[in-house]
């Protein structure tokens, strides 16, 4: 089975320095991994994914997200923090070998941007 | 192109009603998917749409949810006797096919209170 644990429940940070949100995977496949984000009230939104090409995937608004086989491990990076970062973020793996393609979520971690 | 809308944005329901949520996913896209986002809690599957068949119901949490997409395309989530346990937030999601790596896409969610 595929799981997902994010090791933070809150991080913060402040503007300008750099962002790392954890997150280990467990799965019996080659997983699918995505990263999402939730600003309230809205939708989740996608900022980057991850499906056996490059181990270093590249996202929207300047985060990145590196696969370590070895360490079991996606965490999710951005260089310098920006206010409107400021958001709750999902580590996702999808369910493989299934007949759905479902989402299994971790249990977010909110991120504060301080000035 | 338009994304993913869900109506009402907002219930209130006094326990014992039957509620129905609606999702209409991104035109074209083949599959559905609803899901339940506790507070402080990351989603959890309820169910998956192929067109209009339910190929996967296993995360519905009883017998008092319902959902159909009869024409493949709008879909509603149905509770019947609605309980203080429902309130949440309910996502649904769409994808253009069913592969591994296809990226949902999700609705800003209708959040549920239940009374």
């Known amino acids: 089975a595929q799981s997902v644990t994010q090791l933070d429940s809150h991080v913060s940070v402040s503007e300008g320095t750099p962002v790392l949100l954890r997150c280990n995977y467990s799965?019996?496949?080659?997983?699918?991994l995505f990263w999402y984000v939730q600003h309230p009230n809205k939708g989740l939104q996608l900022l980057l994914k991850y499906t056996s090409a490059a181990t270093l995937v590249k996202g929207i608004n300047g985060f990145e997200a590196e696969f370590k086989k070895s360490e079991t491990s996606f965490h999710l990076t951005k260089p310098s923090a920006h206010m409107s970062d400021a958001a709750e973020y999902f580590c996702v793996v999808s369910d493989l070998g299934g007949a759905t393609n479902k989402l299994i979520f971790g249990t977010g971690t909110l991120l504060a941007v301080q000035p | 192109g338009a994304g993913v809308s869900q109506s009402p944005r907002y219930k209130v329901a006094k326990r014992g009603q039957d509620v129905a949520l609606r999702c209409d996913p991104i035109s074209g896209h083949v599959s559905l998917f609803w899901y339940q986002q506790a507070l402080g809690q990351g989603p959890e599957f309820l169910t998956y749409?192929?067109?209009?068949?339910?190929?996967?119901k296993s995360g519905l949490p009883s017998d008092r949810f319902f959902a159909e997409r009869p024409e493949g395309s709008v879909s509603t989530l149905k509770i019947q006797r609605t309980q203080q346990e429902d309130s949440a937030v309910y996502l649904c999601?769409?994808?253009?096919?069913?592969?591994?790596?296809?990226?949902?896409?999700f609705g800003p969610g209708t959040r549920l209170t239940v009374l």
């Open positions: 799965s019996s496949y080659s997983p699918s």
């Open positions: 749409f192929q067109n209009e068949a339910q190929l996967d």
């Open positions: 999601a769409s994808s253009y096919h069913r592969g591994d790596t296809d990226t949902q896409y």
